[in-house]
């Protein structure tokens, strides 16, 4: 059996050499810190190997574990009341009075995301000696240690197996007997642990109240309220053994043994953002159990091969070559420092963007429970910014790479979260704004919370009263739909959410001074201005970020509308409000105008560019069709310069790309690979860049920048935003030569490219919705039409070959 095991993971990696350095993340010693730790997961369950010989801690999350219950959406009825007086303010040009009046306009903060526990492995075995590996195969979703103590040679294999819902190491010692070990569960949860029934049984319940960590020590942080929290429990089982098992206290051991497999079966008693998960929750002991007793039912090579064979479904559907790899076998810090000292490394650059994919598939694949500011790992009771979802930028970018890297399906999570945001987004547009639809301010939680945060009117309205989330939100509803052309989805799921957004959305616009349309209050997330007579504030009336997301989803509703048949007086609706929007003005400097009127920043270097949105996630502006804005864009940025944090500087990639300079591009993709190391670099603030377990160091430890790295790799190859399909619109010199295959386009393209010393040699397109399609490469262009499935390939003049 457990040669068989081997042998089939063997065959894999020989599978992979064949192209060139295998996708695996590798070291020569466990992990020191958790952002050097091997991250693993089935969209639910998470798990992160250390990978100590003698004294193994896996630190163990649930996608569904959070503080919290559901919210009370109506948490302050009568907030809009104090509407007519912010507007008097701004209209007085008070901002000050704005600014203070507005904190009248706050709710609770958001819940944090928990952790479950960890799992601990006493080894009965002496100190390791000799030659030490730790490695996560992408391809596989297979992490593995192999060390060698005394006279034998230690093995451990690790995966969490979505279509067996079963996370798994299996054990190895080559000499008889050798392997022994002790198995116990902790947690910083309140929890309980028995394993006398040779079955290790964890329970143990989530808080009800977390406070966000950035406000510091306080009391009553952590709050619990027996039978009201989320549930949680924990199986493990060790199966498949040659060993003796036995069970005492909370602890299992094995003795004797060549091999053995822990099967461990996780379930919370989260039952929907909306049901109390105590009273209300789930049968978690009855789930976790099925699920345990199901997996048993196989024996390891199968769990693998089937775990194996979910993942690479997704995984495999795109492949990259951006060059050789200069330095095969050398370990992945070692790799990630060489590079951030300016050596090139094309192979670590096709690595990173691939680990995006991968944590995009193992942390996103439950409804209603997207991937959050840490993915799904994470070790903190009060962990950075509560883990949380945040919809000023990081919810958003964690799916930047959903639809172009060819993941749709792990777009789900978000798209279905979304729609229970529009639920208590309706009570939040009601009683907070005044206006019908529905609306989400900058965070979230799996309680789906909508209301803006400051608990009552100590938030900084800088980022506390920002409305606009739902409406950032509601553009991924339309851009599945571009990319999938689905008209079910768009019909049914994806237009009453745009059509209540839009509600908001054309309730909130007042009109403005010049006779415009304006938010008011506005601001323009986390930055502030300086007034011509030094007062600093963020409070004012239509930021161009606001302008830009209504207009990105007026555009999306008029586009949308003669396919669903909607309503004509409601599509004028929205047409007129878009033409009174206000437009897009360029400042002294000849950047593109963050206020209404041309201020400073009193930061002009913030790591925040919500202005330019329409560049990217957006699509209003771009060197073509809007040159001078376009170039207004790129001076904004380069006042900004390029130093700032993990995910501003992923987002900068983006929109270098969509002013195609894949030179700069590709700049800002070298900082965001800068080496952090997380013993000295657990600093909150700027200088992002790249742990050594590949995770992005905002710091701390954040993902989008993982996410909005990998969309910035495919934004330099395709575009697809304007109407049309762009080909390597932003390559790099430093990628001469290379090929991709698998990115998709809006329209429903499958895209594959091949170019050699800088330029085009071969496209092949792949239509999964019948259409007629317009590809552009330099000054050439082509046009065609496919049914679905139909395939075309194009040569370098983009002529069929
Ligand atoms: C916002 C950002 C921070 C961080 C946090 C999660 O507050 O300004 O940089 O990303 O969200």
């Given at each position: 059996m457990t040669r068989m095991f081997l042998v089939a993971l063997a065959a894999l990696a020989v599978t992979a050499r064949a192209q060139?350095?295998?996708?695996?993340?590798?070291?020569?010693?466990?992990?020191?810190?958790?952002?050097?730790?091997?991250?693993?997961?089935?969209?639910?369950?998470?798990?992160?190997?250390?990978?100590?010989?003698?004294?193994?801690?896996?630190?163990?999350?649930?996608?569904?574990?959070?503080?919290g219950r559901p919210v009370n959406a109506r948490m302050n009825p009568e907030a809009h009341r104090?509407?007519?007086?912010?507007?008097?303010?701004?209209?007085?040009?008070?901002?000050?009075?704005?600014?203070?009046?507005?904190?009248?306009?706050?709710?609770?903060?958001?819940?944090?995301?928990?952790?479950?526990?960890?799992?601990?492995l006493e080894m009965m075995h002496g100190e390791a000696a000799g030659t030490y590996e730790r490695r996560l195969d992408l391809a596989t979703a297979t992490a593995a240690v192999r060390y060698a103590a005394g006279a034998s040679s230690?093995?451990?294999?690790?995966?969490?197996?979505?279509?067996?819902?079963?996370?798994?190491?299996?054990?190895?010692?080559?000499?008889?007997?050798?392997?022994?070990?002790?198995?116990?569960?902790?947690?910083?949860?309140?929890?309980?642990?028995?394993?006398?029934?040779?079955?290790?049984?964890?329970?143990?319940?989530?808080?009800?109240?977390?406070?966000?960590?950035?406000?510091?020590?306080?009391?009553?942080?952590?709050?619990?309220?027996?039978?009201?929290?989320?549930?949680?429990?924990?199986?493990?089982?060790?199966?498949?053994?040659?060993?003796?098992?036995?069970?005492?206290?909370?602890?299992?051991?094995?003795?004797g043994a060549t091999h053995a497999t822990i099967l461990v079966s996780i379930a919370t008693s989260f039952n929907g953002f909306d049901r109390e998960p105590g009273l209300d929750g789930r049968n978690e002991v009855a789930i976790a159990q099925a699920q345990l007793d199901a997996a048993a039912r196989w024996d390891t090579a199968a769990l693998h091969a089937r775990h194996v064979a979910d993942f690479r479904t997704y995984f495999d559907r795109v492949a990259i070559d951006l060059g050789p790899d200069p330095v095969p076998g050398l370990t992945t810090d070692a790799r990630l420092k060489r590079y951030s000292e300016g050596a090139s490394d094309p192979y670590l650059e096709a690595l990173y963007f691939q680990f995006g994919r991968y944590l995009l598939i193992s942390s996103s694949r439950t409804p209603g429970a997207p991937a959050n500011l840490q993915g799904i790992w994470n070790p903190h009771v009060r962990p950075p910014w509560s883990?949380?979802?945040?919809?000023?930028?990081?919810?958003?970018?964690?799916?930047?790479?959903?639809?172009?890297?060819?993941?749709?399906?792990?777009?789900?999570?978000l798209l279905s979260f979304i729609e229970n945001l529009a639920v208590t987004g309706r009570v939040t547009a009601e009683t907070f704004w005044g206006t019908r639809g529905w609306s989400v301010a900058h965070n979230s939680d799996i309680w789906a919370m909508s209301n803006p945060v400051g608990d009552f009117g100590k938030g900084d309205p800088a980022w506390a009263n920002w409305p606009m989330g739902g409406i950032w939100l509601a553009t991924h509803l339309w851009e599945h739909w571009q990319f999938s052309r689905d008209e079910t989805f768009l019909r049914e799921r994806?237009?009453?959410?745009?059509?209540?957004?839009?509600?908001?959305?054309?309730?909130?616009?007042?009109?403005?001074?010049?006779?415009?349309?304006?938010?008011?209050?506005?601001?323009?997330?986390?930055?502030?201005?300086?007034?011509?007579?030094?007062f600093v504030g963020a409070t004012t009336i239509a930021t161009t970020g606001d302008m830009a997301m209504i207009r990105e989803l007026f555009t999306a509703i008029l586009d949308g509308g003669p396919v669903v048949g909607a309503d004509e007086a409601f599509l004028q609706r929205v047409r007129d409000a878009r033409d009174r929007l206000v437009p897009y003005r360029v400042g002294r400097q000849g950047n593109l105008q963050e206020?209404?009127?041309?201020?400073?920043?009193?930061?002009?270097?913030?790591?925040h560019q919500t202005h330019l949105f329409g560049v990217y996630p957006g699509s209003q502006i771009d060197p073509h069709r809007t040159p001078e804005l376009a170039a207004a864009a790129r001076t904004t940025l380069e006042i900004k310069g390029d130093e700032s944090t993990g995910w501003s500087k992923a987002w900068r990639i983006n929109l270098w790309a969509r002013l195609l300079d894949g030179n700069r591009a590709h700049k800002l993709f070298r900082?965001?690979?800068?080496?952090?190391?997380?013993?000295?670099?657990?600093?909150?603030?700027?200088?992002?860049g790249t742990y050594p377990n590949l995770f992005d160091a905002h710091p701390p430890f954040q993902i989008d920048g993982n996410f909005g790295g990998t969309a910035g790799v495919a934004e330099m190859l395709v575009q697809s935003h304007a109407g049309g399909i762009a080909l390597l619109p932003a390559l790099p010199d430093a990628w001469p030569t290379g090929s991709v295959r698998g990115l998709r386009a809006r329209g429903g393209l499958t895209i594959d490219l091949a170019w050699e010393r800088g330029a085009l040699t071969s496209a092949t397109f792949t239509a999964s919705a019948a259409g007629d399609f317009r590809v552009a490469y330099r000054d050439r262009g082509a046009s065609f039409s496919l049914?679905?499935?139909?395939?075309?390939?194009?040569d370098e003049n983009l002529e069929p070959r």
């Open positions: 060139t350095s295998p996708l695996e993340l590798r070291y020569d010693r466990p992990a020191r810190a958790f952002e050097e730790t091997l991250p693993l997961g089935n969209g639910r369950v998470g798990a992160t190997v250390y990978g100590n010989p003698r004294r193994e801690v896996i630190h163990l999350n649930d996608a569904t574990l959070w503080t104090h509407l007519p007086a912010v507007r008097a303010a701004l209209a007085a040009d008070d901002w000050a009075l704005a600014e203070q009046l507005v904190r009248n306009l706050q709710g609770s903060f958001s819940q944090s995301y928990a952790p479950l526990g960890d799992l601990v230690y093995e451990r294999t690790y995966f969490v197996s979505n279509p067996d819902r079963i996370f798994a190491i299996r054990l190895t010692g080559s000499a008889p007997g050798s392997l022994g070990f002790r198995l116990g569960f902790s947690s910083p949860l309140r929890y309980a642990v028995d394993a006398s029934s040779h079955t290790l049984v964890a329970r143990g319940e989530a808080p009800v109240h977390a406070e966000p960590s950035y406000r510091g020590p306080m009391e009553r942080a952590i709050v619990y309220d027996e039978g009201k929290g989320t549930r949680f429990v924990v199986l493990a089982r060790v199966a498949d053994t040659d060993g003796h098992v036995t069970g005492t206290g909370g602890t299992i051991e094995v003795g883990s949380n979802y945040t919809t000023n930028i990081n919810a958003e970018m964690n799916y930047w790479p959903a639809e172009v890297t060819n993941l749709a399906e792990m777009h789900e999570p994806a237009w009453p959410l745009l059509v209540g957004a839009a509600e908001f959305a054309l309730d909130w616009l007042v009109e403005g001074p010049d006779g415009w349309l304006i938010t008011s209050p506005a601001t323009s997330p986390e930055n502030t201005f300086r007034t011509p007579d030094g206020w209404y009127h041309d201020w400073e920043d009193s930061d002009p270097k913030h790591r900082e965001l690979l800068s080496y952090v190391d997380p013993v000295t670099g657990l600093s909150y603030g700027e200088g992002g049914g679905s499935g139909q395939s075309a390939t194009l």
